[in-house]
């Protein structure tokens, strides 16, 4: 997955190595769970200073509950070239989240995803999660909270995003 850390943060997955066994699925005999471990990441982007679960020190009592949308990436992309963000196409919104807690797993329904990957027979250009950075926490710096999860290449291999899918049979 890729981060970008700007007036939105936005990441992207994709799950090409799914693309074979799509033909395997058949329509509406399976759920999908997309599983995602939120991590605290404070130094990303040179400005986020605030993670979910973080008190909001303008509200005693409450803490910063970061909410999240899974869309469907339509633009084209490749984790080994170069990604223009700009570029990055927002498709339909299969599910939100949101968290008020890192350090945990979260799991996400994205049945209705799947199901449009299996009828397309490819996953095309995969997941966008995106969250508009609002300021959440209002601590000394005017801190935002945002989501940050491992990606595949973390050392943390137990905390690697992932696709869960069940047959209902």
Same mark, same amino acid.
């Given at each position: 997955n890729l981060c970008e850390y700007d007036d939105v943060d936005r990441i992207l997955l994709d799950f090409d190595a799914l693309d074979a066994q799509l033909g395997a699925l058949s329509a509406g005999d399976f759920s999908a769970t997309l599983k995602l471990y939120i991590v605290c990441d404070t130094g990303a982007g040179g400005f986020v200073g605030a993670c979910p679960g973080d008190a909001d020190a303008d509200s005693p009592g409450a803490v910063a509950t970061v909410t999240t949308y899974v869309f469907a990436q339509n633009g084209m992309w490749d984790e080994n070239g170069t990604l223009s963000w700009a570029s990055v196409v927002e498709g339909a919104k299969y599910a939100s989240f949101s968290v008020s807690q890192s350090g945990q797993w979260v799991s996400v329904d994205v049945t209705a995803l799947v199901e449009a990957w299996r009828a397309a027979g490819s996953t095309g250009n995969g997941i966008v999660l995106s969250q508009e950075a609002y300021p959440v926490v209002r601590a000394d710096n005017g801190s935002i909270a945002v *989501?940050? @999860?491992? #990606?595949r +290449? #973390? #050392?943390?291999?137990? +905390? /690697?995003p992932y696709l869960e @899918? /069940? *047959?209902n049979h």
């Amino acid at each position: 997955n890729l981060c970008e850390y700007d007036d939105v943060d936005r990441i992207l997955l994709d799950f090409d190595a799914l693309d074979a066994q799509l033909g395997a699925l058949s329509a509406g005999d399976f759920s999908a769970t997309l599983k995602l471990y939120i991590v605290c990441d404070t130094g990303a982007g040179g400005f986020v200073g605030a993670c979910p679960g973080d008190a909001d020190a303008d509200s005693p009592g409450a803490v910063a509950t970061v909410t999240t949308y899974v869309f469907a990436q339509n633009g084209m992309w490749d984790e080994n070239g170069t990604l223009s963000w700009a570029s990055v196409v927002e498709g339909a919104k299969y599910a939100s989240f949101s968290v008020s807690q890192s350090g945990q797993w979260v799991s996400v329904d994205v049945t209705a995803l799947v199901e449009a990957w299996r009828a397309a027979g490819s996953t095309g250009n995969g997941i966008v999660l995106s969250q508009e950075a609002y300021p959440v926490v209002r601590a000394d710096n005017g801190s935002i909270a945002v *989501l940050g @999860i491992n #990606s595949r +290449e #973390s #050392s943390q291999t137990d +905390e /690697r995003p992932y696709l869960e @899918i /069940r *047959l209902n049979h």
